[in-house]
């Protein structure tokens, strides 16, 4: 008898592993947390005000970055990162598959640094939460 209810709990553990393993895998897949399936570097240059050195690949992957001087700051103060002059440097890392994480630093006219984490709607555009 011992025997045959460790054999249906070890049925039951197997029933419940297969069904579990495609739903975690769904939940590891950006397009079903509603992310972008491509992410333009050079397009997110654009939003955030800076310019972005020539690259063989304008793909932003989920754990790169890429950097790039700031050259219109008033752009980038319309997403909440206020102070920075052109020049300053711009570090953009997606952090999730919806998330981009942005940082900005100066040393002129005075040493000086700013961030914020932005999420990306489906077309990889900067969403600005709101306050």
Not at 35 to 52: D, I
Not at 71 to 100: F, S
Request: aromatic residues 2%.
């Amino acid at each position: 008898m011992g025997r045959m209810r460790s054999q249906r709990v070890l049925a039951l553990a197997a029933c419940l592993t297969i069904i579990a393993v495609p739903r975690m895998d769904a939940q590891q897949d950006p397009k079903q947390q509603g992310a972008p399936a491509f992410v333009s570097s050079k397009a997110l240059a654009e939003q955030l005000g800076s310019r972005l050195q020539p690259r063989d690949d304008d793909e932003l992957r989920l754990g790169a970055s890429f950097t790039a001087v700031l050259h219109e700051p008033d752009k980038l103060a319309e997403l909440g990162l206020k102070g920075m002059h052109d020049g300053a440097r711009v570090t953009v890392a997606r952090v999730a598959p919806d998330k981009v994480r942005v940082e900005v630093d100066e040393m002129s006219p005075a040493p000086a640094n700013a961030a914020a984490t932005f999420k990306l709607d489906a077309k990889g555009a900067l969403i600005v939460a709101p306050k």
